[in-house]
């Protein structure tokens, strides 16, 4: 089993940065492919960026390419997601998740295990 807590979201104006922060506990973090997802008002459930478990790959959706970074720190159980040149149709809730073959860039909701709760992201405009 593995814990995820969400923490970063926020109100800000279309521009800004934000960084979400992923806390992982229970089972060995290291070991998981870690993705971040997003649910908009009234939208399914999407794939936003993932890294394998060493931090070596990563990939990312097209709408955030060039503008969002993720990373991950093992040695903290943590995972994060650099949001930059924020837009108005990045708002939605953000989901951490954990896939348990770490080599996959995996970047369908099916292909995670584990959930986090979710952190609020609005932008305005």
């Known amino acids: 089993q593995v814990q995820l807590v969400e923490s970063g979201g926020g109100l800000v104006q279309a521009g800004d940065s934000l960084r979400l922060s992923c806390a992982a506990s229970g089972r060995t973090f290291s070991n998981y492919a870690m993705g971040w997802f997003r649910q908009g008002p009234g939208k399914e459930r999407e794939f936003v960026a993932v890294i394998t478990w060493s931090g070596g790959s990563t990939y990312y959706a097209d709408s955030v390419k060039g503008r969002f970074s993720i990373s991950r720190d093992n040695a903290k159980n943590t995972v994060y997601l650099q949001m930059n040149s924020l837009k108005p149709e990045d708002t939605a809730v953000y989901y951490c998740?954990?896939?348990?073959?770490?080599?996959?860039?995996?970047?369908?909701?099916?292909?995670?295990?584990?959930w986090g709760q979710g952190t609020q992201v609005t932008v305005s405009s």
């Open positions: 998740a954990a896939d348990r073959i770490g080599y996959r860039l995996g970047h369908r909701k099916s292909e995670y295990d584990y």
